[in-house]
């Protein structure tokens, strides 16, 4: 093989906290040996090396003391094709559960209504050749239909298989899989919703998961929860990185993040139910907030990339259901996520309702508060969003709202809450301490004077609203001077107008 074929192109590091995918330039070091475990194959997940050989420039190699010489780049630098990330079908999701015994279940897609039939059955094997038979009659047409694989009476699937086979009988359902990966000896769910996660994904720090294992010793303090036929069931959280923890996860094929790639769909409104994104416009655009070498895909459908660096990508809807994924290359795909164009009532001309109410269920209206309602509101919103709460004009923290679920919200004095459906800010309360407020006015009439005289370079006429707002600001006699100054220029910037009415139309 000649040299240049040995080189590698997706060589990983930790930067600033976040697996990065490196180049040779980037690195102080001029050598950096495999046995250090500072760099690694995003291809197979082995160590590598960065070296420079006679006057050649620095570049990534393989050790030569590899127990295990297998790399997918070695066939594709053969072939000199590129190795893209592609996805050759949908994918059906496992979940674990373990009230009655660990088991798994299989998510099996919504289907149209005229394969939902007495006849049509589907076929699920395990490599012993043990069958389970389910008519088609049993799955829904809007939302997954989870199959219990290990309840007591289905005695073949007591234990989780390592592969499931998937077969219709009297029907041709080709996007679905032929077979699905199930546990040889680990595996790793998401700690909310209890689904699988796929090799070579990332364990986020500071987020709850649960580790299935058959074997007897462990050498992380995970909190234990159940030992069942020969597997153990743990609950885990990583609270920060940690070198040791970092290794244990990456022989295992799975990486330790911060910050790990995903997608959220930002507009139109969506909602998701039962692991679907319902949305009903002709497209659901995605934003990545990661900078990462990540490809996302739709299935059926083609790939649409990235727009400009926005990174948001539109999802065609084409086929009554599809599925948008996140993988790095070949067929390694990290994140899923399934679409289904749905009535869902969004009504385009006036915005959702939000439900606030104390926990007695007194109402809370958006607006300014002196004292605390409650120390916690409930909040329902119809599809899914997210809090901010604010304090000291800083972001303290965000929740994720799903679509029709209760959340509860712990207040204080001194915080302003948001509350968003999508894109669209729906409710907004600040509660301020009256004390407070007054030694805090100069100080916002000082901070709002600043962002006001940033503003130019889109000049337009003076509103007349503008005379009536002059009564509403009392003795911030600084801004009151600059506003009256723009009145009798007879002209205001475009932004700097609407940062007072947004302003000042809360109160």
Known sequence: ?????????????????????????????????????????????????????????PYFK????????????????????????????????????????????????????????????????????????IFSER???DRIYWQDLGAPYLKNFKDPCPQYEIEWKYADMYHWPKSVNGIEYLAIFDGQTRRMLPPYSDIKIGKRYFYLTSANYLDLEFNFLKKDNGWNLYEFQVPRFDENVNRFFMDRDFWLNESPPTL????????????????????????????????????????????????VTPANQTERQQMVSLGHYADKTLKYWY????????????????????????????????????????????WDGKICVWKNGKKDREHILKGNELFTLQIAMGERIEIFQGLDQVWEAEFKDPEAAKTSMETRETELLIRLRSCRGNPQT??????????????????????????????IDEKAWKILKKEFEKE
Request: a positive charge; proline letters at 8%.
């Open 139 to 141: 799955l829904h047409t």
């Open 264 to 311: 959220y769909p930002i507009w139109p409104i969506s909602v998701e139910r039962e692991g679907i994104i319902q949305f009903e416009s002709e497209k659901l655009y995605w934003f990545s907030p990661n900078d990462r070498d990540i490809k996302c895909r739709l299935f059926p459908g083609e790939e649409v990339p990235p727009q400009d660096k926005l990174l």
């Open 62 to 133: 393989h050790s030569r003391g590899d127990d295990d010489k297998v790399c997918p780049q070695r066939k594709i630098l053969e072939s000199q094709s590129v190795s893209e990330y592609h996805v050759k079908e949908k994918i059906l999701p496992l979940r674990l559960q373990w009230e009655n015994g660990i088991r798994l279940e299989l998510g099996l897609l919504p289907i149209p209504e005229n394969l939902r039939n007495s006849e049509n059955k589907i076929q699920i094997k395990c490599p012993d050749n043990n069958r389970l038979d």
């Open 339 to 382: 679409l289904s164009w749905q009535d869902i009532g969004y009504c385009r001309s006036e915005p959702p309702e939000v439900r606030v109410t104390t926990p007695k269920g007194e109402p809370v209206p958006r607006g300014t508060y002196t004292s605390l309602p409650a120390k916690k509101l409930k909040i329902e919103v119809p």
């Open 1 to 57: 093989m000649a040299e240049n074929q040995l080189q590698l192109d997706n060589v990983w590091g930790r930067v600033n906290g976040n697996w990065k995918r490196v180049t040779p330039d980037e690195l102080s070091e001029e050598t950096i040996r495999a046995k250090s475990k500072t760099l690694w194959c995003r291809y197979c997940n082995k160590p590598v090396i960065k070296t420079r050989e006679g006057a050649n420039r």
């Open 462 to 491: 003076i509103p007349r609203a503008a005379g009536n707002l002059t009564n509403q600001l009392g003795k911030l006699t600084q801004l009151k001077k600059w506003l009256t100054h723009r009145i009798r220029e007879g002209q």
